[in-house]
T-cell receptor, first 115, second 109 residues
């Protein structure tokens, strides 16, 4: 158990809908990262927040957005869902974004199925 | 474009065998190379390497980084069925990890 929690574990929804995935980082970690893992793309970085501020952005679609709250939990919002958004979504956390702290600890993931 | 390539993509061995997994990379602003093991769900951290030539070891697993030739290897000795998993290599650069496609290892009894 990494100490990173994610809810829900599974989510089944229809095309066009909007969902929110939630992540709580390890105690003391200030950075939260979101990744998408699909069969054809592997693990892809989406976005990073550090202490409430966006720090880095990857290949995140405009239909997706995220935020980190004062209590450091983070939410990833996915809207206008398409079949191709079906994937495992992971949250990871690390202590800081500094050069010695690239070690990221992953949560159990949320499996999103879009029908 | 940043790239992390792992080989082989899949491997089947028998218990007791030794395996070597490879990871090569072309990433700007390289800071570290990490290995993760992914079984059913979340990747679990194995090693982080930042310096060339210094082997990191944990039990039967070891890893080394060559920053000149831009690759790393992960060795597993005396493999067990519990080592069956996908092994992911990732390169850390500012704020994010860039993952390879993974090597699927199956260890048969």
């Amino acid at each position: 158990d990494s100490g990173v929690t994610q809810t829900p574990k599974h989510l089944i929804t229809a095309t066009g809908q909007r969902v929110t995935l939630r992540c709580s980082p390890r105690s003391g970690d200030l950075s939260v990262y979101w990744y998408q893992q699909s069969l054809d793309q592997g693990l892809q970085f989406l976005i990073q927040y550090y202490n409430g501020e966006e720090r880095a952005k990857g290949n995140i679609l405009e239909r997706f957005s995220a935020q980190q709250f004062p209590d450091l939990h983070s939410e990833l919002n996915l809207s206008s869902l398409e079949l191709g958004d079906s994937a495992l979504y992971f949250c990871a956390s690390s202590a800081t974004p500094g050069p010695s702290t690239d070690t990221q600890y992953f949560g159990p993931g949320t499996r999103l199925t879009v029908l | 474009e940043d790239k992390v390539v792992q080989s082989p993509l899949s491997l089947v061995v028998h218990e007791g065998d030794t395996v070597t997994l490879n990871c090569s990379y072309e990433v700007t602003n390289f800071r570290s190379l990490l290995w993760y093991k992914q079984e059913k769900k979340a990747p679990t951290f194995l090693f982080m390497l930042t310096s060339s030539g210094i082997e990191k070891k944990s039990g039967r697993l070891s890893s080394i980084l060559d920053k000149k030739e831009l690759f790393s290897i992960l060795n597993i000795t005396a493999t067990q069925t519990g080592d069956s998993a996908v092994y992911l290599c990732a390169v850390g650069r500012t704020g994010k990890l860039i993952f390879g496609q993974g090597t699927t290892l199956q260890v048969k009894p």
